[in-house]
């Protein structure tokens, strides 16, 4: 498992948390939402690093493409500083 493996090569793990989709249904809102908490819980119980895209990326429209779904050039970007934070 993930969380031993780290444990054996004392290896420092960060998990990037799912996006929120951006007007798409409230079943996959659901579903990435109870997704993100269990995630987040998980990896703070597990000794694990953890990015919180969700808060940078809830309702901004300007940071997905036209579907909802994927980042635009600007969410990448705020992905990626996301994530860089993390692992500095």
Aim: proline residues 6%.
């Amino acid at each position: 498992m993930l969380t031993d493996n780290r444990k054996k090569t004392d290896t420092r793990i960060v998990i990037s948390g799912p996006l929120p989709t951006y007007r798409r249904g409230s079943e996959r809102f659901s579903r990435l939402f109870a997704l993100q908490s269990w995630l987040r819980g998980w990896c703070a119980c597990s000794g694990l690093g953890y990015v919180d895209n969700w808060s940078s990326f809830w309702e901004q429209p300007a940071l997905y493409r036209r579907d909802g779904l994927h980042p635009s050039p600007l969410g990448s970007v705020v992905l990626s500083r996301n994530i860089e934070r993390a692992i500095r």
